[in-house]
């Protein structure tokens, strides 16, 4: 993504949530690492369609989006005046976790390796179909997001596992499972909570826009 003319402080914060891997709070990031996300750093993120935020209470909820994901699959500049030394540990770190350790651990995208429990693990009913299908990394991915069977997922935190994947082959995957018995794929009902990554990551099905998915209802 050149072009974007992230700053190393820019960097540092998609670096950040990419190992936090869910929806974390500014304060939280403040208190638990010292990373100040400072409101123009902020907003920059979320208008590239980086950073996916919302307003929590007196703060801000963060989460690495869609194309955050995407971004750190490419080279990122650390340098940073008077901390060279930081920089390059950070260069180092992202360039062999995408080059070296990706690869070994047999995950598709960082998304996966990042995933707070085992996005690979075997994929049974309802997803009829080899466990190395894509229906079946679908079908992990949602495991590896939600709290318990049947739990709503949304389609925004979904999509990031799939970086690897055209769009195209992803929404057939999700309208073949979509098809199966105990697989609900539905709108958001109130749809004045959606922001514009959830709109980007919707599903056209059944002539509507569809955002959550849920798997064992």
Partial sequence: MAGDDLTASESAILVVLMAEAREVLSTELRDRYGLVVRKPQRDKLTRLHYVASRKSGPTYALQLDDKGWVRMQSDLDFTLRGASALGAALTALQVHLRDRVLGRSG??????????????????????????????????????????????????????????????????????????????????????TLTEADVAAALRLGGQENHLLAIGV
């Avoid at 998304?111 to 429990?117: D, G, H, I, V, Y």
């Avoid at 970086?163 to 958001?188: F, K, M, Y």
């Fill in 107 to 192: 995950c598709a995208t960082l998304a996966e390796l990042f995933a707070l429990t085992d996005v690979r693990a075997p994929a049974a009913s309802p997803a009829a179909e080899p466990s190395g299908s894509l229906t079946a990394r679908v079908v992990s991915a949602y495991r590896a997001l939600a709290d318990e069977p049947g739990a709503w997922v949304s389609l925004r935190r979904l999509r990031p596992f799939f970086a690897d994947v055209p769009r195209d082959d992803v929404d057939e995957a999700l309208r073949r499972l979509s098809r199966s018995e105990g697989v609900t794929i539905a709108p958001e009902s109130n749809q004045k």
